[in-house]
């Protein structure tokens, strides 16, 4: 199994910056990749970013590319979520989910965090 707990999450004005961390704990040999996702009130869970752990590669989603950067610090197993020009529409409860690839994560993550609120202003 594996634990991810998310933190970082608050509320800020449009046009602000937040960052979300992901701290990884039990069975991390066995996680290939790391995302985040989001869910607004009445709406489904979607893709935000995802981060090949060892190695290179990213993936974005079009509503936030060239606004977001996800990154990791592998010793201290952790994923980021540097989130700029933030506007309304990115308000939602955010998740920290594990998978095997980039392109199976989308989909079918195998872990979940708990999730942390960003509130956006306008």
């Known amino acids: 199994q594996v634990q991810l707990v998310e933190s970082g999450g608050g509320s800020v004005q449009a046009g602000g910056s937040l960052r979300l961390s992901c701290a990884s704990s039990g069975r991390t040999s066995s996680v290939h990749v790391m995302g985040w996702f989001r869910q607004a009130p009445g709406k489904e869970r979607e893709f935000v970013a995802g981060?090949?752990?060892?190695?290179?590669?990213?993936s974005y989603a079009d509503s936030v590319q060239g606004r977001f950067t996800i990154s990791r610090d592998n010793a201290k197993k952790t994923v980021y979520l540097q989130m700029n020009s933030l506007k309304p529409d990115d308000t939602a409860v955010y998740y920290c989910?594990?998978?095997?690839?980039?392109?199976?994560?989308?989909?079918?993550?195998?872990?979940w965090g708990q999730g942390t609120q960003v509130t956006v202003s306008s």
């Open positions: 981060i090949i752990v060892f190695g290179s590669g990213t």
């Open positions: 989910a594990a998978g095997e690839t980039l392109a199976k994560i989308k989909t079918t993550p195998i872990y």
